[in-house]
């Protein structure tokens, strides 16, 4: 019924009506060129924050495992300093004669003049056996 009752109705022609339509179109098309100008600036705004969300969560995994690579080569540092030590006591140890003598006994069974030796087992190999 609508599109019957445009059809009877007449429009004006003037020059007013005529500018009227034109800004009307002008303005139509202003706000689609602003909605087109808006989702393009959302779509670029979201590939970026895209971007950096995924290269800031893969230097934050990166960054965590070169602390955790960081702590155990600490750790094993630390390890090698302290075996490094007793090397060191060892081999100030090894250069002296009485120590020495004292290791030849008790390791390969030596004994000095008039010395007996006597074996005594350990204690796990005294469980062991009863």
């Not at 808006?38 to 070169?66: G, H, P």
Request: net charge positive; aromatic share 10%; charged share 30%.
């Amino acid at each position: 019924m609508s599109s019957a009752k445009e059809k009877n109705i007449a429009k004006i022609q003037s020059t007013f009506v005529h500018q009227q339509e034109i800004a009307e179109i002008a303005s139509a098309r202003k706000k689609k060129l602003l909605f087109r100008r808006l989702f393009l600036f959302l779509v670029f705004a979201s590939v970026m924050s895209y971007l950096m969300i995924t290269s800031f969560i893969s230097q934050s995994s990166t960054l965590d495992k070169k602390i955790e690579q960081k702590r155990q080569l600490d750790h094993q540092l630390s390890e090698l300093k302290k075996q490094q030590e007793i090397l060191k006591e060892d081999i100030v140890k090894l250069n002296d004669d009485e120590y020495l003598a004292k290791l030849a006994r008790k390791e390969y069974f030596f004994s000095e003049n008039g010395e007996i030796i006597f074996n005594i087992p350990e204690e796990k190999t005294r469980k062991n056996t009863n």
